[in-house]
């Protein structure tokens, strides 16, 4: 990253003269910033092990880990329920719309339109129509800027009042191409030679539709696992857009402000916690597809 | 009479026209009887089994009729033919490799398929268990899945499966296609075997496989192009056909202790036509040897001799 985040955190104390000279190696010194490039390396190795991301400079004198610590509850509160809700929600919907041609023919393109859509571009048309004309939903921030936060009626009200919006970005761009692929896993699976076979023996749709749900499941899971990266960058356009204080509004913060300690914090964060996730749903695999189960135990008899 | 069919004609719908794959077919089927049904790909053999018993889009049910034990089975009507699948009539599929669900283990899926008749599977374990000994599987598959099975262990599970219920008619499409020789006969020995016990009535067994049939059929019905060309008595098939199509086709069969070496073994010249846009008349008269003005005209499928079908109008009695 070019340019010098101490020269603006010089700027904006307004000082000057020789305060200037003075403060700036302060800082240099506080950051570790004077020391050669390979010894600040090994420092934020060492430091990394202990557990220590370095101070935020754009916070300053707050730790790195403490800055994120303090956005993580928004991001899980965001996340989680709109990754998973979507998943369950566009499933279902995609299954239902497998079910006959006019329901396919009017919810597809419905589907397809919202799964194209981008991040921000819902985020903003949300922010106008709800925040500007209709008024029902803040606009900006995490909670009520007149409000700090204590556990009261009004202030998790508050809270979830500027959740909304959000979360409501996240939830239908993503429920599309759920569905999308749900519909199209459903109508390979009721053409599939099971399928077939129970239809001939008479079984009734109820019971082969039933079949295919769980079949057509199984990728959908593996396609979460997919999905989660992806969703961590639209979350970050989302949260730039409601100014919604998560990992993603900090990144922001942290690139305009040329804090890299903030910077590299945050994308270990959303590393670490990608790969926990991929690998939560490499354990449900285990546990969803009774074939990796039998395969596990080896041959039974 | 087990299964009685009258000119059952059935097409497949297609964007160029409807293929003409079931042309008046005619045929009885008796009590017990194994009826081997042969003929190359693409000459309706599948369509025939498959619109006794399912017939779907883009299969499209022209005309005809088709009785089981005395009774009309009503096989245009998707949902009025539910009552009769599996328990009087059922199916053992071309592609038995891939009919079992692969995500449940077999008995739990056999469990959940019978209780959506309203059958009870508790009821019906002795039975399951003791045909499960029939066809030489342990019982212990019913805690498996699937692809913990080789191919011909599913084979003879699909075949258990399919039989369950006694039905009066088993369709057999093609269930030794894709085993290997010893396999083939095992499973066609236990196709007798079952007969035999009574765990079906009479059996229409489709392959492409004349050697096969001479071995467990009691008759085996000829089909060309979507018309059915002979049926008779195996040996009488064998050893004296009368239609052109049958002779050219068991000619072609290879024979014990002649070398081919020194003599070829000839096939039939030229190709099956094209089913959207069929020749009028006699669907062999292009590559018949004894083709003549009369062919331009469908010949019947009438008896000649006691038993013995065949649709020629050489054959036919003036």
């Known amino acids: ?301 | 009479m087990s299964l009685q069919v009258e000119n059952l004609t059935v097409y497949y719908q297609t964007l160029r026209g409807d293929v003409q794959s079931l042309e008046q077919a005619s045929f009885k089927l008796a009590d017990g009887e194994i009826m081997g049904l042969a003929g190359e790909s693409g000459c309706g053999k599948t369509t025939l089994g498959n619109s006794l018993i399912y017939l779907a889009p883009p299969m499209k049910y022209i005309e005809g009729r088709v009785s089981l034990d005395g009774e009309e089975l009503p096989i245009w009507d998707l949902a009025r033919m539910n009552v009769y699948r599996y328990k009087k009539i059922s199916l053992i599929p071309q592609y038995a490799m891939n009919a079992m669900n692969p995500t449940r283990k077999i008995g739990k899926m056999l469990s959940e398929l019978l209780r959506s008749r309203k059958i009870s599977y508790v009821d019906l374990l002795p039975e399951i268990k003791h045909r499960l000994d029939i066809v030489k599987l342990s019982q212990d598959v019913l805690n498996m899945y699937p692809i913990e099975l080789s191919g011909g262990m599913k084979q003879r599970m699909v075949m258990v499966l399919s039989t369950l219920l006694d039905p009066s008619l088993l369709i057999a499409d093609e269930i030794t296609s894709a085993l290997d020789v010893s396999t083939q006969k095992s499973v066609a020995e236990m196709i007798v075997k079952f007969r035999d016990c009574g765990c079906m009535k009479s059996v229409i067994f489709i392959t492409h496989d004349v050697s096969i049939l001479y071995q467990i059929a009691d008759s085996i019905l000829i089909m060309y192009a979507g018309q059915l060309a002979e049926k008779a008595s195996t040996n009488v098939i064998i050893n004296s056909p009368l239609h052109p199509y049958t002779k050219l086709l068991i000619s072609s069969l290879p024979k014990v202790g002649v070398k081919y070496s020194e003599d070829k073994l000839s096939g039939i010249p030229g190709t099956p036509p094209l089913l959207l846009d069929p020749p009028e008349g006699c669907r062999f008269r292009e590559r018949c040897p004894l083709a003549f003005e009369k062919c331009l005209q469908a010949p019947p499928f009438i008896e000649v001799e006691n038993g013995h079908f065949v649709a020629c109008w050489k054959e036919t009695p003036a």
């Open chain 1, 1 to 301: 990253m070019p340019g010098n985040p101490i020269d603006i955190l010089i700027s904006r104390a307004g000082l000057r003269g020789s305060a200037v000279q003075t403060m700036y190696d302060y800082y240099m010194g506080v950051f570790g910033l004077d020391m050669p490039i390979w010894k600040q390396y090994l420092n934020f190795w060492t430091s990394l092990f202990q557990g220590d991301l370095g101070i935020s400079i754009y916070l300053f004198p707050t730790p790195v880990t403490d800055v994120i610590m303090k956005a993580v509850p928004y991001d899980l509160a965001l996340l989680i329920p709109s990754v998973l809700l979507s998943w369950i929600v566009g499933n279902n919907f995609g299954a239902f719309a497998a079910r006959s041609k006019r329901l396919d023919n009017t919810l597809l393109p419905f589907s397809y339109i919202l799964s194209a859509t981008p991040y921000m571009w819902l985020g903003i048309l949300l922010a106008w129509a709800f925040c500007i004309v209709f008024r029902i939903f803040p606009l900006a921030g995490g909670y009520s800027f007149a409000m700090r936060p204590n556990l009261s009626f009004a202030f998790i009200g508050s809270l979830f009042s500027h959740w909304v919006l959000p979360f409501l970005s996240l939830f239908i761009v993503q429920l599309g191409g759920w569905a999308i692929g749900m519909r199209n896993m459903i109508i390979y699976e009721l053409e599939a030679d099971y399928s077939n076979y129970l239809k001939a023996l008479g079984a009734p749709n109820k019971l082969i539709r039933k079949y295919a749900f769980n079949n057509g499941i199984l990728p959908q899971i593996t396609g979460l696992a997919l999905k989660l990266g992806e969703v961590v960058a639209g979350a970050l356009a989302t949260e730039v857009v409601f100014a919604y204080p998560g990992i993603g509004y900090l990144i922001l913060q942290a690139i305009h402000n040329e804090d890299y300690f903030l910077l590299q914090g945050c994308f270990l964060f959303i590393i670490i916690g990608v790969l926990m996730a991929n690998f939560i749903i490499d354990i449900v695999y285990l546990l969803v597809d009774p074939r990796m189960r039998a395969g596990m135990q080896g041959e039974t008899a």
